[in-house]
């Protein structure tokens, strides 16, 4: 049986589900998903996680009308204004996984200040995928690689050792939520071994309790990782 996980990723799902069903802009799912967020990065600490990595804006998602686009990079903006304090307070630790290049330069300043503010807490680590996707990310790796040295003999450690955090351990466990069967981009070279967790339950709905569901299923669950178990 597996201990506790030391890493987690999630993908947030069903924000818009939440609103529509309320007859609601698709915005006010957004904001209560980020009250959820606050309340499941506090759960997560108390389960004693290491990184809890939270899927907020993917590569795909810049598809979306400018309005929703824009209210959700602002919420990101509050919460990393809001939060710092908590973290300071938590000794936790605030990363970002994604293409930087890519944000509006008072976000990616914005995460670059909470980053540099927090870098040598020693609690829990809170990844925000941002502007990620699994593929930019592998395609990204490669150029630093090429950037490097031309001639490189391009193995798995190399493309590991380029991608954005690589000090970070693989997710042991990726939950998503609000009932979709797939990865939507989501740490493609590193979960390739995660343990999945699919609940049909919306983010904003989202409690403590479906956490730690989430986590009690991983830790009854039996690990092969390809070799045959004993
Ligand atoms: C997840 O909720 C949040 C983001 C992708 C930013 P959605 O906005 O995708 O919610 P649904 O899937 O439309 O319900
Ligand atoms: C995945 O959700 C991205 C995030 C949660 C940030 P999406 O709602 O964008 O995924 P699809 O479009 O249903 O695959
Ligand atoms: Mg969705």
Same mark, same amino acid.
């Given at each position: 049986?597996? /201990?506790?996980p030391?890493?987690?990723g999630?993908?947030?799902?069903?924000?818009g589900?939440?609103a529509?069903? !309320? +007859? #609601?802009? #698709? @915005?006010? *799912?957004?904001?209560e +998903?980020?009250?959820?967020?606050?309340?499941?990065?506090g759960?997560?600490?108390r389960?004693g996680?290491?990184?809890?990595?939270?899927?907020?804006f993917?590569?795909?998602? %810049?598809?979306?009308? #400018?309005?929703?686009v824009? $209210?959700?990079?602002g919420?990101?903006k509050?919460?990393l204004i809001? /939060?710092? /304090?908590?973290?300071?307070?938590?000794?936790?630790r605030? !990363?970002?996984?994604?293409?930087?290049a *890519?944000?509006?330069? /008072?976000?990616? &300043?914005?995460i670059q =200040?909470?980053?540099?503010?927090?870098?040598?807490?020693?609690?829990?680590?809170?990844?925000?995928a941002?502007n990620?996707?699994g593929?930019?990310?592998i395609?990204?790796?490669? !150029?630093?690689?090429?950037?490097?040295?031309k001639? &490189?003999?391009?193995?798995e =450690?190399?493309?590991?050792?380029?991608?954005?955090?690589?000090?970070i351990?693989?997710?042991?466990l990726?939950?998503?939520t609000?009932?979709? $069967?797939?990865?939507? =981009?989501?740490?493609? %070279?590193? +979960?390739a071994? &995660?343990?999945?967790?699919?609940?049909? @339950?919306?983010?904003?709905? %989202?409690?403590?309790?479906?956490?730690?569901?989430?986590?009690?299923s991983?830790? *009854?669950r039996? #690990?092969? $990782? +390809? &070799?045959v178990? @004993?």
């Amino acid at each position: 049986m597996n /201990e506790v996980p030391a890493h987690v990723g999630i993908i947030m799902d069903g924000n818009g589900r939440w609103a529509e069903a !309320r +007859g #609601r802009p #698709r @915005t006010d *799912g957004h904001l209560e +998903g980020l009250k959820t967020a606050r309340k499941i990065v506090g759960a997560a600490v108390r389960s004693g996680l290491q990184y809890l990595t939270l899927y907020v804006f993917s590569t795909e998602n %810049w598809k979306r009308t #400018r309005t929703e686009v824009n $209210f959700i990079l602002g919420l990101v903006k509050r919460y990393l204004i809001a /939060e710092l /304090e908590y973290y300071r307070k938590d000794h936790l630790r605030l !990363r970002h996984a994604g293409d930087k290049a *890519g944000l509006p330069a /008072e976000i990616a &300043a914005e995460i670059q =200040n909470v980053c540099d503010e927090t870098k040598d807490h020693a609690g829990m680590q809170v990844i925000l995928a941002l502007n990620y996707g699994g593929r930019d990310e592998i395609v990204r790796s490669l !150029r630093r690689i090429i950037a490097e040295d031309k001639t &490189a003999m391009v193995d798995e =450690n190399l493309i590991h050792a380029h991608l954005d955090n690589p000090d970070i351990p693989d997710p042991d466990l990726i939950i998503r939520t609000a009932g979709e $069967f797939r990865t939507s =981009n989501f740490l493609l %070279w590193e +979960g390739a071994y &995660a343990e999945y967790y699919i609940s049909s @339950t919306l983010w904003p709905d %989202w409690t403590e309790e479906h956490f730690n569901k989430a986590i009690a299923s991983y830790s *009854g669950r039996q #690990r092969k $990782f +390809g &070799a045959v178990s @004993t």
